[in-house]
């Protein structure tokens, strides 16, 4: 019975013989990939918490579905009814997408590691130094190994030509990237490439790093080969090249700690009492939970003609508490001010003085004599 089964099959035309390989091939992939899914699936937990099935499924469940395929295909291809042209034909096309679809199974499984990576150090923990150094170096080594990926996958499909082989073997070759270096080297984006390996592993700059630059006050969202973007607090977004870290200067509120010291200047008159505003200055960080205890104090850093400078200093856990707590002692210590002591709000004081002038007059027997004028104000302003 199975003989005449095969002698069935044998007697097809190789039109529908081939389509039938093929389809075969392409159903047992297929399967294969849907068993895998199943599997991955039934030991995969709650869609809000991370699972190491999940990743993998979602990394790499098409690139598979690509794969598996055309891999059965290729064992198969030998049963199939074809001329020598027609097969080296199909086998050279075969080739060239199993190569583009390993590529891509490649860069499934890299992403896979960096789903573990950044789910074992999370930017939300409090203190999160440690994760924003292993993410800046992950996501800059990540884009590299994607980059050598496709540039073997370019390499090894140009080899599959018989005329591009020798470009090929000569891109893979010592002598062949050390041209290429050197080709680009005289460039500036191979610059801005080698200043972002320098920046990866230095670290001037990480991942979430509270930075100013250009006078704007932002977050490092993300670090490329080339070039760096920087999340504005009013959610623009900057980019600056990465090489840009490496030759002007900018400041960084988190190179080694997120805490941070806030200012609140107050211009006041000089009949102001510090004592007072010192004691509810203390009051007001101590009744607030932006405050982190660390450091507190009020003093009068300057004076002016028209009034004094009091500082408020502060603390707090980063940058972000730090602008909301400079905002409230702000805020209520101008209240307590305009409610208590209005009077030592700033002011301008204009001083009028009514003593009437007298004048000399001519010596009258060996005496002076002055007359008194007519009383006019004599206005003075003081600061």
């Known amino acids: 019975m199975f003989e005449n089964v095969l002698k069935q099959f044998d007697s097809l035309p190789p039109l529908a013989w081939n389509a039938m390989i093929t389809a075969l091939a392409l159903l047992i992939g297929l399967i294969f990939k849907w068993v895998l899914s199943l599997l991955f699936k039934r030991y995969s937990i709650q869609a809000n918490e991370y699972s ?28 199939m009814h074809l001329t020598r042209e027609e097969l080296n034909i199909v086998d050279r096309i075969t080739a060239i997408l199993l190569i583009i679809s390993f590529a891509v199974l490649l860069i499934g499984t890299v992403q896979v590691f960096q789903d573990i990576i950044m789910h ?27 980059s050598i990926i496709i540039i073997l996958t370019g390499c090894a499909i140009l080899m599959s030509f018989p005329n591009l082989r020798r470009l090929g073997t000569g891109l893979l070759t010592g002598v062949g990237i050390s041209g290429i270096i050197i080709g680009f080297a005289a460039q500036q ?25 250009e006078g704007e ?17 009013d959610q623009r977004r900057m980019i600056l090249p990465i090489n840009y870290f ?18 609140v200047f107050l211009h006041l008159d000089y009949t102001a009492p510090i004592d007072k505003l010192r004691t509810e200055f203390k009051r007001l960080i101590e009744s607030s939970d932006l405050w ?7 003093q009068v850093t300057d004076a002016k003609n028209s009034s004094i ?16 707590l400079r905002c409230y002692v702000r805020e209520n210590l101008i209240t307590f001010i305009k409610k208590n002591y209005p009077g030592c709000l700033p002011k301008t004081r204009t ?31 003081r600061g």
Request: aromatic share 8%; net charge positive; with cysteine.
């Open 217 to 233: 006050w932002g977050r490092v969202e993300e670090i490329t080969l080339t070039y760096v973007v920087l999340n504005i607090w």
């Open 351 to 381: 001083l009028v003085d009514n003593e009437p002038e007298r004048e000399p007059l001519p010596e009258m027997n060996g005496k002076k004599v002055t007359a008194e004028k007519s009383p006019t104000p004599h206005v003075g302003i």
């Open 52 to 79: 190491l099935f999940r990743s993998i499924l979602n990394r790499l469940g098409k690139p598979v579905a690509l794969f598996l395929p055309l891999f059965v295909f290729n064992l198969m291809m030998p049963f």
């Open 246 to 263: 490496l030759q002007k200067p900018f400041q960084n509120w988190t190179r080694n700690s997120a805490e941070i010291i806030g200012t």
């Open 309 to 324: 400078e009091v500082r408020c200093l502060m603390s707090a856990a980063n940058s972000g508490d730090a602008f909301d």
């Open 292 to 298: 982190d205890r660390r450091a507190s104090n009020l």
């Open 120 to 146: 074992n150090y999370d930017l939300s923990v409090k203190d999160n130094l440690k994760a924003r150094k292993i993410r800046t170096q992950l996501q800059f080594l990540k884009k590299m190994v994607v």
């Open 189 to 213: 984006s191979l610059g801005n490439i080698l200043a972002g390996l320098q920046i990866a592993f230095t670290q001037p700059i990480r991942i979430d790093d509270v930075l100013v630059v």
